[in-house]
């Protein structure tokens, strides 16, 4: 797998915390480093009720972190909220209809992409996306007028490449952003690793 440093080894590949340690790194940014962090502060839609901004990205040495957040028109508590919640067994157990979610999506520079999968079904499609670009999200939270989600692209390609993005069900249309490969790389280069990742602390907590 490219892009996620040292720490795993092929031979830990029946090591149930081998695996484990490397569902993390590919599905999350990595604990040991602080990130560089490339401000954004774009609009990438905006409705009369519902707008998304791209607040910045956070640079680490595996991947891309997408700091959004969507704002909604303030609805009384019994209106249908136009984030919250998106799971489905969620709004069947408090009563509430499920908000669609946003299309969120990457593509690089040589062409190829990758669209938001949750965390489920990319751990599902773990293996067969071993050295492929994957765009993890969102994750976050918030309530039935504010969200703030975060989208975890890995490996970091340090290039240039341009963000999609649409929320139909919102009124939001389709919109791109680019970014320019030299803040990335710049952004990149800022990240600090404070220690070396070792998967044996999942071991010691266990």
């Not at 989208?151 to 993005?165: A, I, K």
């Not at 139909?168 to 919109?175: E, S, V």
Request: no cysteine.
């Amino acid at each position: 797998m490219t892009g996620f440093g040292g720490g795993i080894s092929d031979s830990g590949a029946d090591d149930p915390y081998a695996r484990f340690a490397r569902i993390r790194r590919r599905h999350h940014p990595p604990p040991n480093e602080v990130p560089g962090v490339l401000p954004i502060g774009r609009f990438l839609g905006r409705s009369d009720t519902v707008v998304a901004v791209l607040l910045e990205v956070h640079a680490y040495a595996a991947g891309l972190d997408f700091r959004l957040t969507y704002r909604g028109r303030g609805r009384r508590p019994t209106d249908h909220p136009p984030f919250v919640p998106t799971v489905a067994r969620i709004a069947e157990r408090i009563g509430k209809p499920v908000a669609t979610a946003p299309d969120v999506a990457v593509v690089l520079a040589d062409g190829s992409g990758a669209h938001a999968l949750d965390a489920s079904e990319a751990f599902q499609r773990m293996e067969e996306s071993t050295g492929r670009s994957v765009l993890i999200g969102a994750r976050g939270g918030g309530g039935n007028d504010q969200f703030d989600a975060s989208y975890w692209l890995t490996p970091n390609p340090q290039t240039g490449l341009t963000l999609q993005f649409a929320w139909p069900q919102q009124q939001l249309p389709a919109t791109t952003l680019a970014l320019d490969d030299q803040e990335i790389v710049r952004a990149t280069a800022a990240a600090v690793t404070l220690w070396p990742w070792d998967p044996s602390d999942v071991r010691e907590r266990a």
